[in-house]
């Protein structure tokens, strides 16, 4: 028998058959549409935990962040990646007395080390709710990494999600490609989410010390790719982790462009990303009275109308509905 961490899908619905919490992008201020079984999950920040530092993965439980994700790659040492595995099960236990959802970040498809990475993932009864890969280039990969989550999976294991990093020229280039084919043809995984790696795509662009503006076109491209698909964005991270004030400002400027969440490297940094891709007391109240004039309107058989001097049409109520499915979703925290 699989158990999955309690603490998570006791909120939430899962399935082998279909997708448990995908996000459909309709443009709006706070994307959040619901997924084709009623079910959405906000990942507004996800953090990075080391599996080889057992003071860290302590922390797990306590952390109050929407997304753990327990990390095999690059914030592990090449003489500490044995050990890194062989903390999942301590991990994935103590993520039971949370409600974060849990996912481990593979190394990527060229490391030598995914097989034995995944050989520890489904080594133990406690599973975690999805797997991350970092680097991710192309569909080729995706079609690798399928097939050896299928021959590592027990057969009475739930499917677990796909959250994907890409991170380099080319990666950005083929997203729609690679997602594409993540979206409609994997067969043991079911793709959420993808996060843009800045400091990588940087590097592959051959620029050090990059300001914002030499990521601001890629930034945009990649959020609506991703978005246009309905798979949720997550930002890059924000290194310097210690100025909350700039974490702030570009964690909001992020949710404004359409990102969905972000990536933090520190328990600080939680607090700030969540409240900053979250619907506001101001927004909230904005929906539901939208709303409730929309069907006061409705009922007189009148479509598009006026509210506090704007016209209001489909697309702005699409807006209003999304922030409140994000209330709604947050709630269950």
Same mark, same amino acid.
């Given at each position: 028998?699989? &158990?999955?961490?309690?603490?998570?899908?006791?909120?939430?619905?899962?399935?082998?058959?279909?997708?448990?919490?995908?996000?459909?992008?309709?443009?709006?201020?706070?994307?959040?549409?619901?997924?084709?079984?009623?079910?959405?999950?906000?990942?507004?920040?996800?953090?990075?935990?080391?599996?080889?530092? !057992?003071?860290?993965?302590?922390?797990?439980?306590?952390?109050?962040?929407? &997304?753990?994700?327990?990390?095999?790659?690059?914030?592990?040492?090449?003489?500490?990646?044995?050990?890194?595995?062989?903390?999942?099960?301590?991990?994935?236990?103590?993520? &039971?007395?949370?409600?974060?959802?849990?996912?481990?970040?593979?190394?990527?498809?060229?490391?030598?080390?995914?097989?034995?990475?995944?050989?520890?993932?489904?080594?133990?009864?406690?599973?975690?709710?999805?797997?991350?890969?970092?680097?991710?280039?192309?569909?080729?990969?995706?079609?690798?990494?399928?097939?050896?989550?299928?021959?590592?999976?027990?057969?009475?294991?739930?499917?677990?999600?796909?959250?994907?990093?890409?991170?380099?020229?080319?990666?950005?280039?083929?997203?729609?490609?690679?997602?594409?084919?993540?979206?409609?043809? /994997?067969?043991?995984? !079911?793709?959420?989410?993808?996060?843009?790696?800045?400091?990588?795509?940087?590097?592959?662009?051959?620029?050090?010390?990059?300001?914002?503006?030499? /990521?601001?076109?890629?930034?945009?491209?990649?959020?609506?790719?991703?978005?246009?698909?309905?798979?949720?964005?997550?930002?890059?991270?924000?290194?310097?982790?210690?100025?909350?004030?700039?974490?702030?400002?570009?964690?909001?400027?992020?949710?404004?462009?359409?990102?969905?969440?972000?990536?933090?490297?520190?328990?600080?940094?939680?607090? !700030?990303?969540?409240?900053?891709?979250?619907?506001?007391?101001?927004?909230?109240?904005?929906?539901?009275?939208?709303?409730?004039?929309?069907?006061?309107?409705?009922?007189?058989?009148?479509?598009?109308?006026?509210?506090?001097?704007?016209?209001?049409?489909?697309?702005?109520?699409?807006?209003?509905?999304?922030?409140?499915?994000?209330?709604?979703?947050?709630?269950?925290?």
């Amino acid at each position: 028998m699989v &158990t999955l961490i309690t603490g998570f899908s006791a909120r939430f619905s899962f399935s082998r058959l279909c997708p448990w919490h995908r996000l459909l992008s309709t443009g709006a201020d706070i994307d959040c549409s619901s997924s084709n079984d009623g079910v959405f999950f906000p990942r507004r920040a996800l953090m990075y935990i080391p599996g080889s530092d !057992v003071r860290k993965l302590n922390k797990i439980p306590t952390l109050g962040v929407d &997304t753990v994700a327990i990390d095999l790659e690059d914030g592990v040492a090449a003489n500490q990646k044995e050990a890194a595995r062989s903390n999942l099960p301590l991990a994935l236990s103590l993520a &039971t007395q949370g409600n974060s959802e849990v996912l481990v970040r593979i190394n990527d498809m060229t490391s030598g080390h995914v097989k034995d990475d995944l050989k520890a993932i489904f080594a133990h009864r406690i599973k975690p709710h999805g797997i991350m890969l970092p680097k991710c280039e192309s569909k080729e990969d995706l079609k690798i990494l399928d097939f050896l989550v299928g021959f590592y999976t027990p057969p009475d294991a739930p499917i677990p999600s796909l959250h994907i990093m890409m991170e380099s020229i080319s990666s950005l280039l083929s997203i729609r490609d690679t997602c594409s084919y993540g979206l409609h043809r /994997l067969k043991h995984l !079911v793709l959420e989410s993808v996060t843009f790696g800045s400091e990588d795509y940087l590097a592959s662009l051959g620029i050090h010390d990059g300001e914002e503006s030499h /990521l601001l076109a890629a930034r945009q491209s990649f959020v609506t790719q991703v978005k246009s698909l309905g798979l949720q964005a997550l930002d890059s991270v924000s290194v310097d982790y210690k100025d909350i004030e700039r974490l702030k400002l570009k964690s909001e400027d992020s949710a404004r462009m359409g990102f969905t969440g972000k990536q933090v490297i520190h328990p600080g940094q939680i607090d !700030v990303v969540q409240s900053a891709y979250s619907p506001s007391p101001e927004s909230i109240e904005w929906a539901e009275e939208l709303i409730r004039i929309f069907k006061e309107h409705q009922q007189f058989g009148k479509g598009a109308f006026t509210y506090k001097g704007k016209m209001i049409d489909r697309p702005i109520l699409l807006q209003a509905e999304n922030i409140l499915k994000m209330k709604k979703a947050l709630r269950k925290d």
